[in-house]
């Protein structure tokens, strides 16, 4: 069995290696005039330049130099400049090995340093234990050792013993966790927990598995199984607050290995690890099914009053006839009467003989029947459906306790009233109950019958309830998604601490005041001259028509030729199959090597098969029928991969593997500097059981589906990608694909179209210090807001709306910068608290002062879109990549007819990363061969400006083979390293 390790190659390359860099040289290899007196000592030069690199290496990483060991030449040649020495004189140093030692034993007194003991390595343990008990990654934990050693003056011993230590305090920190979870437990607990994982026959499987195969698709039997669950697990008495005795990162690295771990392995455990592991997924388990019921409640009675509107529309549409014929009898009613006005005769006796008073009065029925529906309350719609309703609205009540932001709430009453009611089987409404919470129409309909109408009050507050919680104004005990605001963020201690050490970071002031003045002087300088150049026709590409600002569309900017030499380059791509070039570009860049196994660490040793895994993602194909189709690799090593080396953090520490290595291709460089991209949703269909969890957009048609909200670099690397609904706004989203990934890309600017804008997007880019450049449809629509009336502007009257609440934003100042540093810090996910800020019909007052905000910094915005041609192209052209990457998107994800069958959002979520990771590889082999293409060109005497190049993207795939049968362990022969380019000539000769 192979002896298991800590670190990771690049790790010990970063922490051992010998740096070459010029500030890393600079920094630890700079000898004082101390360090040349000692040097000097030595008489000859290739001695004083040996005794200068040990005294160096000494100090840096803190090792001494090896036997026959020739240090980097760029650390050899700094080094001996400083000394004057030929650097070509160190070949001399160290003959005698006596020398070395002697030399060695020398710069232990100078240095004041010695070689570990005992009790140095013991030292080392504890500040490994205390790293490993938060965190399992080898780097942090050898950095904790190799600090020890540094502060005890001690010279680090071998990498072996280093890894020794790190894993033995990594084992012992692991043990540690285990027993703060399970010491209070008595062994009856324990036995019942053993027993989750035997069969229990009343259901059929493990107790075990059914906690984790819980029902996701919005249904009234899925949200009662859900609630099933949830008191099944109250019954095993684990107190949630366990959770508090294990540090965060450790319990995140015990979740994500329980929930790896199936029932037949986790028997193999050995007790102590088997009952923390239980343990912590049945807190777990808890929370997430309690965010699961919560979040299917929301989206049933949503779907409740959704379907009741189709209803409503869809008895319109049946009614077509019947109106028809009232509006021809009211037409023909119209034309009697003013014929008998016009020809003054009695008005029914007219009416009676052209119409016919037997054809008004048996109208007067059907009549009565549409007015009715026609002004049906979407309330008593809903109320038909309450059959269904009744199904789950008791048991959900029941199974959770709900909080509020508000003393004596009105709703928290009605609640209980209606818990009441279920526990008593009682059907009729008394006269008294709680009715705060509901809207006068409401009341009035509930009420105003000679009884008041059970079937309306429940629905009302059921209704009531489920935008309370979407809002963050009422809050579920246990949940995590759903609990106050203020939880959601950083700590208040934490911020203030921040903000007093000027340690914000923010894109604004700690000023609020200071910040208004200045904003407000650049606003209305701006908008002035907006106006002058409107009124002057000096805006290029923008007319003032009637007094309203009008854009013309750019024109493409892509010259002929860049098309032409576009389709000559594609043709010269070499004919690649779709896992070699997976396989070629990990060879590259060591992407498949960040799929480490969730416990140990280890990189994946078989790479083909984790290959195989990522590209059944991408494909849309699976891993049970992606092993059918490959050669070489079984269904079981697929499977193996994906459960212990693919989860969200490998995927994207692959994600920006790639990403880094194409951001560092010269050629890249030509597309952008990588601080700008674009931001866009692609919309996937769902089928067969997917469709039940798919939400409907009719923008996208009547098929449920899902949708991929990806980030794209303005040099055509991906670096995140999330599956949202398609009934989601996108601007909830926007923000989020800034801090989730790991790559070195720093974007300050990004561009979206009109879905991905709001007011509030606008608020948080600026507090955050980024730059927010959306494509807006009907501009101009749009209005700015101002700090000045709108005669301030009289050429601009039109397009000016309400002022600036200035009081309002300068009193909620803290907590807009609360709220980005919480951001920022990565406290919170940026759509969790957009969704919740809104979410209500009645914004929050934070809510209010962000838009205030959003609206200053949208008007800043859409003066600048207005005067400056050169940033709508950019943001034309920005976009434009995003849609022409949707393509080879599509082209990728062709299995089952491109349409996502997965149900939970966790195999959505690996679908998502499996393709945007296959296109990101997909595109740097396309910029390899780009670059090789256009080297041979440019050899063969072609011009080709880097100004037409730049037009020339990476997204072809014509010469990709992305169907067949796989082969993953062909040995491709490039004795160049690369493949050969598809050239005329030697199309011809193999012709």
Not at 148 to 160: C, G, K, Q
Request: proline share 4%; with cysteine.
């Amino acid at each position: 069995m192979a002896r298991r390790k800590l670190l990771k190659n690049q790790d010990r390359q970063e922490l051992f290696d010998i740096p070459t860099d010029e500030d890393s040289l600079i920094r630890h290899y700079s000898l004082s005039p101390d360090d040349r007196l000692e040097i000097e000592v030595r008489r000859r030069k290739h001695n004083q330049l040996g005794f200068a690199v040990q005294l160096c290496l000494m100090r840096h990483p803190g090792r001494t130099l090896m036997a026959n060991e020739v240090p980097p030449r760029a650390m050899l040649n700094y080094v001996a400049e400083q000394l004057g020495v030929d650097p070509d004189t160190f070949g001399f140093y160290a003959r005698r090995e006596e020398t070395r030692r002697e030399h060695v034993v020398r710069l232990h007194r100078y240095l004041g340093m010695r070689s570990a003991t005992a009790q140095d390595r013991r030292a080392a343990l504890l500040s490994a234990i205390e790293t490993a008990a938060a965190t399992d990654k080898g780097i942090s934990i050898a950095n904790a050792i190799i600090t020890t050693f540094r502060e005890r003056r001690v010279l680090l011993p071998a990498v072996d013993t280093i890894e020794r230590i790190g894993l033995a305090a990594r084992a012992i920190a692991r043990r540690r966790a285990e027993m703060a979870l399970i010491s209070d437990l008595s062994p009856e607990r324990r036995q019942g927990l053993d027993d989750l994982l035997k069969v229990d026959p009343a259901i059929g499987q493990t107790r075990f598995h059914w906690l984790r195969s819980a029902p996701d698709a919005p249904g009234a039997s899925n949200l009662v199984g859900l609630t099933e669950r949830i008191a099944f697990l109250r019954t095993l008495a684990i107190d949630s607050r366990l959770q508090a005795r294990v540090p965060s990162g450790r319990w995140d690295q015990m979740i994500r290995e329980g929930d790896v771990t199936p029932a037949w392995l986790a028997s193999d455990f050995n007790a102590n690890r088997r009952h923390a592991t239980i343990v912590a997924q049945v807190i777990k388990r808890g929370q997430k099914l309690t965010d699961d019921a919560v979040t299917m409640f929301i989206k049933l009675i949503g779907r409740l009053f959704s379907q009741a509107n189709n209803r409503k529309k869809q008895r319109h549409m049946n009614s077509r006839i019947e109106t028809s014929k009232a509006l021809r009898l009211f037409l023909e009613t119209i034309s009697a009467l003013q014929a008998a006005n016009d020809n003054d005769e009695n008005a029914l006796e007219t009416l009676d003989r052209h119409v016919g008073w037997h054809r008004l009065l048996q109208m007067k029925p059907g009549l009565e029947a549409m007015v009715e529906d026609n002004d049906a309350s979407p309330l008593v719609l809903a109320a038909e459906q309450y059959g269904n309703v009744r199904k789950y609205a008791g048991l959900f009540l029941q199974a959770f306790t709900f909080h509020s932001t508000r003393r004596h709430d009105p709703l928290l009453a009605a609640i209980a009233t209606l818990r009441t009611f279920y526990a008593e089987g009682r059907r009729a409404l008394p006269e008294r109950v709680p009715v705060a919470h509901l809207g006068a129409a409401d009341r009035k309909l509930i009420f105003g019958q000679t009884k008041p109408d059970r079937r309306l009050y429940e629905i009302a507050t059921l209704a009531a309830l489920r935008d309370r919680l979407r809002s963050a104004d009422i809050w579920v005990e246990g949940s995590r998604s759903f609990r106050p605001i203020d939880e959601h963020l950083m700590p208040k201690p934490a911020f203030i601490a921040m903000k007093e050490g000027g340690k914000l970071g923010l894109g604004v002031q700690g000023d609020g005041a200071a910040w208004l003045a200045e904003v407000q002087q650049t606003m209305d300088f701006n908008l002035k001259r907006l106006a002058y150049r409107a009124r002057n026709g000096k805006l290029e590409g923008v007319r003032l028509d009637a007094g309203t600002l009008i854009v013309t569309p750019p024109a493409s900017d892509v010259p002929a030729a860049a098309e032409e030499l576009n389709v000559e380059i594609s043709e010269m791509y070499p004919l690649v199959e779709v896992p070699d070039l997976l396989r070629e570009v990990h060879e590259w860049t060591g992407f498949a090597d960040q799929f480490t196994h969730i416990r140990t660490g280890d990189t994946p040793k078989n790479i083909s098969a984790m290959l195989a895994g990522v590209l059944a993602d991408a494909t849309n194909l699976g891993p049970k029928r992606m092993a059918g189709a490959s050669k070489g690799i079984s269904a079981h090593q697929i499977g193996w991969m994906r459960t212990f080396h693919a989860r969200s953090e490998t995927y994207r520490a692959a994600q920006a593997c790639v990403t880094d290595a194409h951001m560092r291709h010269p050629h890249s460089r030509l597309w952008g500097d990588g601080t700008t991209a674009s931001s866009d949703g692609q919309f996937f269909r769902a089928s067969d059981r997917a469709a039940k969890r798919g939400d409907i957009n009719l923008h996208y048609g009547n098929e449920p589906g899902s949708k991929f909200y990806s980030h794209l670099s303005d040099q055509y690397g991906y670096f995140s990608i999330l599956p949202i609904s398609p009934t989601e706004s996108e601007a909830a989203y926007v923000l989020d694909g800034l801090f989730d990934h790991d790559t070195i890309l720093d974007i300050e600017e990004l561009f979206t179209d009109t879905g991905g804008a709001s007011d509030h997007v606008f608020a948080l880019f600026a507090l955050i210090g980024k730059r927010f450049a959306p494509r807006l449809r009907n501009l101009k629509d749009r209005k700015f807001h101002t700090f000045e009336k709108a005669n301030a502007y009289p050429a601009l009257a039109n397009h000016i709306g309400a002022p600036i609440n200035t009081a309002l934003i300068l009193e909620h100042w803290d907590d807009l910068l609360h709220l980005a540093a919480s951001i920022t810090t990565r406290s919170v996910v940026p759509s969790t608290i957009l969704k919740k800020l809104t979410a209500s019909s009645k914004a929050s007052q934070l809510a209010k002062a962000l838009r205030e905000l959003g609206r200053i910094e949208r008007s800043l915005f859409m003066i600048e879109w207005y005067s400056s041609p050169a940033l709508r192209r950019r943001c034309q052209a920005g976009l434009n990549k995003g849609e022409a990457a949707h393509k080879l998107k599509r082209a990728v994800f062709f299995h089952e007819r491109g349409e996502i069958r997965d149900r939970s959002f966790e195999s959505q979520a690996f679908r998502a990363s499996g393709l945007n990771l296959v296109v990101s590889a997909i595109v740097h082999w396309n910029t390899v061969y780009l670059s090789r293409a256009v080297a041979h060109l440019r050899q063969s005497g072609r011009v080709i400006p880097d100004a037409l190049l730049k037009h020339i993207s990476p997204l072809s795939w014509e010469h990709i083979n992305l169907t067949g049968i796989y082969s993953w362990d062909d040995e491709q022969q490039m004795p160049e390293g690369f493949r050969p380019l598809r050239l005329p000539g030697r199309i011809l000769r193999a012709a």
